[in-house]
C-alpha cells in the first residue's frame, strides 16, 4: 500500500470540505465564483473516488484501503476507515450525484447562493464519511452530522411548508438514532471485557460472534447445546432483540420502513431540487446500508426471529407505497411515495438472505439513487418553469418539450424496471431471491414465501400503472393549459445535467458486471454473517470473521481485534 | 491551644484562589482611583488575564499527586484542579461578554469583574473543600457574590426581585444543608470528611435515623444549588432577572462547583453508609430533573428563560453521571434501572474513574456551550426592552444568519452542542457520561436520558429555525458588535467546534482528572 492508497479515502471524504473551506472565504455576491469553485470540488471528487472505485479489488480482502489513526482513544474509539464492495459502490454512486446536484441547482437557488454550497458540500463529506467508517461510534458520528445540512437544506431553500418538514425530518431521524446510541454502548460494553474494549467494527463484531454462534446452535438445538451458553451468550439470548431493535429503529426510519416513513414525503416535497436528489439518492441507503453492515451482521440470532416481521413491513410499505403513488395529484409526493415501495425492494432483499436477494438489493440501491435522483432532478426542471407540483397543471407537455419528455420517459422505464433498464435486474433479482428464500419457513409456513413473492410482483405492477399513468397525464394528450403552451425544452445546462443519469441507465441495465462484480463479495460475506443465525446453515467462517487493521501504536498489544490466524478460528458447522 | 505552622508551600494549591482574590482585591483598589468618565477597558482585560492565570496554574496542578492541604480542611486532587480549570474557562469568558453589556447600559465598575472573581474563587476553594464547614463558608463566599451581581443592575424591578428570590432561596438551601451537616456532626463527632468514613458506619448502627436525616438534608441542600428538579422553581426567574453574564456564570460555574462539591460530599459518605441509599437519591432526581426540565423547556418562547430550563436539563444529565458512581455491583439494586446483564461489569474503579470524568467533561462542555450562548443572547438584548419582557423573544433570533453570519453560526453551533448533536464538544461530553452510566448498569435511566434529550433538541433548533429560516424582521435594530462579545464567542464555538472533532490535551488531562482524593 502506497502512501497514496492509504490516503485515498481521506482524500474523497475530506476534499469536499476543503473546498467548502475555499468557498467560505469567496465573497457572498460572486455567486458565478461560487458555484464554479463547488462544481470543481465536486468534480475533482469524483475522480478520486472513480479511482478508488478503481482501487477496489474485488477478490482482495474484505476491506480495503483502510486507515486508520488512534483518536478519542479514552472513548474506546480510533479514526478507522475503509471500504468493501458495497460501500465502495453506494460511495461511486455519492460522488457520481455531487457535481451533478451542483449543476441542477444553479437556477433554482436563487438567494444565500455562498451557503446553500456550503452546506452541499459540508454535506457530501458526512455522507462519504458514513459510508467508510470502520468504526462503529465514527459512523453514527457521520451518520447524526449529515443530519444538520439536510435539515438547512430543506429548511432554508425548500417550498412553503418547509420549517415544519425540516423538524419534523430531524427529530424523527434523531429520536431513532439516539436509541440506536444507546444500543452501541451497550454492545461496546458487553462485546468485550474490561481493558480491550473497542468501538471498532470488527471488534464488535468479532466479539460477538462465538456467542452468536452457541445461541444459533442451541436454537437449532440437539439436546445439550444450551447448556453451555456462555456470559454473553446469555446476555445476548436476553437483549439481543432489544439491542437489535434499537438498531433496527434507527436504520427502519432512515429506510425509510413502513409505518415510520411519515416524515420522508413531508422532507422530499418540501425540499429543493438538490435536496431531493441527495436525500432520495443517498442518505435513504444510509438505512439499508445499515442494516446490511451493522444491525444484521451483530445480531444474526435476533435478526431470524424478527425477519418475517420485517419482511411484513416491508413488503407492506411496497405496496402502501404504490398505492399511496396511485392517490397523488403532487407530482413530487408520488416520487417521494415511490421511493418508499423501492426502499421496500432494498429491505426485502436484505432480509431474504439469498444470494440473489441480497446483490440485487445492493443493486437496487444504485438504481434507486440513479433514478430517483434523476426523475427529482428533472421534475426540478419542470418546476422552475412552472412553480406547480400538481399533475392537473400539465398535459401535454410532449408536444412543447420533446427532449425532456425523452429523458424523463428513459428514466420512468429505469424507475418501472423495464428490461435493457438498471431498474429491471435490481427488482427482477430481489423478486427472484424472495422466492427463492426461506422467508416463508421463518414465518411459520413454507407456502408463505410465495405470499411475500406475489405482493412484491404486485407492487411492481402497481408501480408501472402509477408512473406510466402520471407521465400519461403529464406529458401525453392535449394541450390543456395556455401557460404551458411555451415552456422551453431542455437547455444545454440541463442536458448535461441528465445526460449522465441516462447514461448510467443503460450502462448499468446492459452490462451489470463490473458493477455486480464489486458488489459480489460483499454479498458473499454479508450472507454468511446473516446465516449465522440461521438454525442448521453452513457457514464458511473465512468468510465471517472480520479482518482489519489494527492500531499502529502502544494499543495494538491490548487489541481484542488483534488478527486470529483463520485456522485457529473454531469451526462451528454441524 | 498552639496555631498550625503553616510553611509557603502550604499554600501553593490554592494559587488558583489566591490569584483570583488578588485580581479581586486590585479592581476594587484601582476602581477607587477612577473618575466617573474614566477608560475601564482594563478591568476586563485584567480579569481575563486571572482567570487565564488560574486555569493555567490549575492545568500544571492537575499532575501533582492527590494529598490533603491546609491541615486536612481541603484536598488537593486532579479532580478538584480540573474544575478549577472550568471554572476559569467560565469567568474569563463571562468575563469577555460583559464588556459590551455593561458599556450599554453606563453601568461599567470594577465591583462587577471583582465580584466575578470573588465568586469565583469560592467555587474554585468549594471544589477542594473536605471539610463541612469549610465547604460552608466557600459555599457562602460565592453565593454572597452571586447575590450581589444577580441585582447589580439596580434599575427596574426584575434584577431587584431574581436577587431577592435568589438569596432567599439560598439562604434557605445553605440552612438546609448547614442543618444536614449539624446532624452528621452529632452522629460522628467530626466534621472533617476523611475523618467521616471511620465513625459512620458505627453511627449507622447506632442512629440510623439522623445519619439518614443528615445525608437526605445535606443531599437537598445541594440539590437547591444545582437546580434539580423539584428544587429548580427559583431557577428560571433568577437567570431571567440577571445580568446575562452573571447567568452565564450561575449556569456554568456555580452549577460545576456545587457539583463538585455534592460529588466529595457523597463519594466519601457512600464509602459509610449504605451506598443504595445515594443511589436512589441521584437516580431519582436525575429522572425527575433530565424530564421535567426538557419538558418545561419546551414552551418557552423566551430564549433566556429556555437556556435556564435547559441548564436544569443539563443538571439531570450530570446527576445521571452522579448516580453511576453510587452503584456497587450493577443489577443488584434495582431491576427497573437496568438489566443486570447489560453492563460493562468493569472493575469499580475503573467504572468510577470514568464516571468522574464524564462529569468533569461534560461541565467543561456545558461551559463552552451555555456561556457562549448567554453571551450570545446579552449582544442581542435592549435595555429598552427588558420591563416589556421581549428582549430575550426569539423573534430576536429571527434573520440573524442573514445579518450577522458568524455569529448565526455560533449559535447555531452552541445550540446543537447543548443538544447533543455531532461533531461537537456536547455530544462527546454527552456519550462519556451515557457510557458511564451503561457501564454502571443504569441502562433505563440513560435510555431516558436520550429520549428526553432528543426532546431537548426540539427547542434548540427552534432558535437556528429562527437564525436561518424566517426572514429580517421590519425594522430591526442594529446589532452592535464589541470586541469582547466576539472574543468571547470566538473562543467558546472554536472550543465547542474543534474540541467535538480533536480531542486535543483535554482528554490527557482528563485521564487524569478521575482521581478523587480518597478513594
Known amino acids: 500500500m502506497s502512501f497514496f492508497d492509504n490516503h485515498l479515502l481521506n482524500l474523497v471524504v475530506f476534499l469536499p470540505l476543503l473546498f467548502a473551506a475555499l468557498v467560505l472565504v469567496l465573497p457572498a455576491s460572486e455567486a458565478g465564483q461560487i458555484r464554479t469553485v463547488t462544481l470543481i470540488g465536486m468534480l475533482v471528487d469524483a475522480v478520486f473516488g472513480v479511482w478508488a472505485y478503481m482501487r477496489y479489488v474485488p477478490g482482495g480482502p474484505e476491506f480495503q484501503l483502510e486507515y486508520r489513526v488512534p483518536w478519542f482513544e479514552m472513548f474506546g474509539t480510533s479514526y478507522h476507515i475503509g471500504v468493501d464492495g458495497l460501500a465502495v459502490s453506494l ?29 452541499l458540500l459540508v454535506l457530501q463529506t458526512t455522507m462519504l464519511g458514513a459510508l467508510v467508517s470502520l468504526d462503529v461510534l465514527l459512523f453514527y458520528i457521520f451518520f447524526e452530522a449529515m443530519l444538520i445540512p439536510m435539515y438547512l437544506m430543506v429548511g432554508v431553500w425548500g417550498a412553503e411548508d418547509r420549517q415544519m418538514a425540516a423538524v419534523k425530518f430531524f427529530l424523527y431521524t434523531l429520536a431513532g438514532s439516539l436509541l440506536m446510541l444507546v444500543a452501541i454502548i451497550a454492545v461496546y460494553f458487553i462485546s468485550a471485557p474490561a481493558g480491550s474494549r473497542s468501538f471498532d467494527y470488527a471488534a464488535i463484531y468479532n466479539g460477538l460472534l462465538d456467542a452468536n454462534r452457541q445461541l444459533s446452535a442451541c436454537a437449532a438445538g440437539p439436546e445439550g447445546a444450551c447448556d453451555s451458553l456462555t456470559g454473553l451468550a446469555r446476555t445476548l439470548y436476553t437483549w439481543g432483540p432489544w439491542l437489535f431493535g434499537a438498531f433496527a429503529l434507527a436504520f427502519a426510519i432512515k429506510v425509510p420502513m413502513w409505518p415510520v416513513h411519515t416524515w420522508l414525503p413531508d422532507a422530499h416535497v418540501q425540499a429543493p431540487v438538490a435536496g431531493s436528489m441527495i436525500l432520495a439518492g443517498v442518505m435513504l441507503k444510509m438505512g439499508t446500508f445499515g442494516f446490511w453492515r451493522f444491525a444484521i451482521p451483530f445480531f444474526p440470532v435476533a435478526t431470524q426471529g424478527a425477519r418475517p416481521f420485517l419482511a411484513v413491513l416491508s413488503v407492506i410499505g411496497i405496496v402502501y407505497g404504490a398505492l399511496m403513488c396511485l392517490a397523488q395529484r403532487d407530482i413530487k409526493k408520488l416520487i417521494a411515495y415511490s421511493s418508499v415501495s423501492h426502499l421496500g425492494y432494498c429491505m426485502l432483499g436484505i432480509l431474504a438472505v439469498t444470494a440473489e436477494g441480497a446483490t440485487g438489493s445492493a443493486y437496487q440501491m444504485l438504481n434507486h439513487g440513479v433514478s430517483t435522483g434523476a426523475l427529482f432532478l428533472l421534475f426540478g426542471f419542470l418546476y422552475e418553469r412552472r412553480h406547480t407540483r400538481l399533475m392537473a397543471d400539465f398535459g401535454g407537455i410532449a408536444k412543447v418539450m420533446p427532449m425532456f419528455t425523452t429523458a424523463f420517459l428513459i428514466i420512468t422505464f429505469s424507475s418501472v424496471a423495464v428490461p435493457g433498464t438498471n431498474g429491471f435486474i435490481g427488482e427482477f433479482l430481489v423478486l427472484l431471491g424472495t422466492f427463492k428464500s426461506d422467508l416463508g419457513a421463518a414465518a411459520g409456513n413454507v407456502h408463505l414465501t410465495a405470499v411475500f413473492g406475489a405482493f412484491a410482483t404486485l407492487g411492481v405492477i402497481l408501480g408501472a ?52 462484480d464489486r458488489i459480489n463479495p460483499s454479498t458473499e460475506r454479508f450472507l454468511a454473517r446473516a446465516r449465522v443465525g440461521t438454525p442448521g446453515a453452513t457457514v464458511d467462517p473465512s468468510q465471517v470473521r472480520v479482518e482489519v487493521m489494527s492500531l499502529p501504536s502502544k494499543q495494538t498489544a491490548a487489541a481484542p481485534s488483534a488478527p486470529v490466524p483463520l485456522a485457529a478460528v473454531p469451526s462451528t458447522r454441524q | 491551644m498552639t496555631l498550625p505552622s503553616l510553611s509557603l508551600a502550604d499554600f501553593f494549591p490554592l494559587l488558583p484562589a489566591i490569584l483570583m482574590v488578588v485580581g479581586a482585591c486590585i479592581l476594587l483598589l484601582s476602581e477607587v482611583f477612577l473618575s466617573a468618565t474614566s477608560s475601564r477597558a482594563y478591568q476586563a482585560v485584567l480579569t481575563v488575564v486571572t482567570s487565564v492565570a488560574a486555569g493555567a496554574v490549575a492545568v500544571a496542578m492537575m499532575f501533582e499527586p492527590p494529598r490533603e492541604v491546609m491541615l486536612g480542611f481541603g484536598v488537593l486532587d486532579p479532580f478538584s484542579s480540573f474544575l478549577t480549570f472550568v471554572v476559569s474557562v467560565c469567568v474569563g469568558l463571562a468575563a469577555l461578554s460583559s464588556v459590551g453589556f455593561l458599556r450599554n447600559r ?234 443486570s446483564e447489560l453492563t460493562g461489569g468493569s472493575p469499580l474503579d475503573l467504572a468510577r474513574a470514568g464516571a468522574l470524568r464524564g462529569i468533569l467533561y461534560y461541565l467543561l462542555a456545558y461551559t463552552f456551550s451555555a456561556v457562549g450562548a448567554f453571551a450570545m443572547v446579552s449582544a442581542l438584548e435592549r435595555r429598552e426592552d427588558e420591563e416589556k419582557g421581549t428582549a430575550w423573544d426569539l423573534e430576536r433570533f429571527s434573520g440573524l444568519a442573514q445579518r450577522r453570519p458568524g455569529w448565526a453560526f455560533a449559535m447555531a453551533a452552541f445550540m446543537l452542542s447543548l443538544g447533543g448533536i455531532p461533531p461537537t464538544i456536547g455530544f462527546m461530553s454527552k456519550l462519556l457520561i451515557f457510557q458511564s452510566a451503561v457501564d454502571a448498569g443504569l441502562i433505563g435511566l440513560t435510555i431516558v436520558a436520550v429520549l428526553s434529550s432528543a426532546a431537548g433538541v426540539y427547542y434548540y433548533l427552534r432558535v437556528v429555525v429562527y437564525m436561518f429560516m424566517r426572514p429580517v424582521p421590519e425594522g430591526a435594530q442594529v446589532l452592535e458588535r464589541n470586541w469582547g462579545t466576539e472574543l468571547a464567542l470566538v473562543v467558546s464555538t472554536a472550543a465547542v467546534v474543534v474540541l467535538g472533532i480533536i480531542p486535543g490535551p483535554i482528554t490527557a488531562w482528563l485521564e487524569q482528572a478521575g482521581t478523587l482524593f480518597g478513594r
Do not use: C
Open chain 1, 91 to 119: 460511495l461511486l454512486l455519492t460522488v457520481f450525484l455531487g457535481p451533478l446536484v451542483v449543476m441542477a441547482s444553479t437556477t433554482y437557488i436563487s438567494h444565500r447562493i455562498k451557503e446553500f454550497h456550503l452546506a
Open chain 1, 465 to 516: 400503472a402509477y408512473m406510466l399513468w402520471m407521465v400519461q397525464k403529464v406529458f401525453f394528450g392535449g394541450l390543456t393549459h395556455r401557460e404551458n403552451q411555451h415552456l422551453p425544452d431542455l437547455s444545454l445546462r440541463e442536458g448535461v445535467t441528465v445526460l449522465p443519469f441516462l447514461i448510467l441507465v443503460l450502462v448499468m441495465g446492459l452490462m451489470p458486471q463490473p458493477f455486480l
Open chain 2, 106 to 339: 453606563g453601568a461599567e465598575r470594577g465591583e462587577f469583574y471583582a465580584l466575578m472573581l470573588f465568586a469565583s474563587a469560592g467555587m474554585s476553594l468549594l471544589a477542594m473543600s473536605n471539610e463541612l464547614i469549610t465547604l460552608f463558608v466557600n459555599i457562602e463566599v460565592l453565593s454572597i457574590a452571586t447575590y450581589a451581581l444577580t441585582a447589580y443592575l439596580r434599575r427596574g424591578t426584575r434584577p431587584s426581585e431574581a436577587g431577592f428570590k435568589y438569596f432567599i432561596l439560598g439562604a434557605f438551601s445553605s440552612a438546609v444543608l448547614l442543618y444536614g451537616a449539624a446532624l452528621l456532626y452529632g452522629a460522628t463527632g467530626t466534621t472533617n470528611l476523611s475523618a467521616m468514613v471511620g465513625p459512620l458506619g458505627g453511627a449507622m448502627q447506632a442512629q440510623p435515623a439522623l445519619v439518614y436525616t443528615g445525608v437526605v438534608l445535606v443531599g437537598a441542600g445541594f440539590a437547591f444549588k444545582i437546580a434539580a428538579v423539584p428544587f429548580h422553581m427559583w431557577t428560571p426567574d433568577v437567570y431571567e432577572g440577571a445580568p446575562s453574564p452573571v447567568s452565564a456564570l450561575m449556569s456554568a460555574g456555580v452549577k460545576a462547583a456545587a457539583f463538585a462539591a455534592m460529588v466529595r460530599v457523597f463519594f466519601t459518605l457512600g464509602q459509610g453508609i449504605d451506598p443504595r441509599l445515594p443511589l436512589a437519591l441521584f437516580s431519582a432526581l436525575a429522572f425527575l430533573t433530565m424530564v421535567g426540565g426538557n419538558l418545561l423547556a419546551i414552551p418557552q418562547r423566551n430564549v433566556k428563560r429556555m437556556l435556564a430550563y435547559s441548564s436544569i436539563a443539563h443538571a439531570g444529565y450530570l446527576l445521571l453521571g452522579v448516580a453511576a458512581l453510587f452503584v456497587t455491583a450493577p443489577g443488584e439494586q434495582f431491576r427497573l434501572l437496568g438489566p
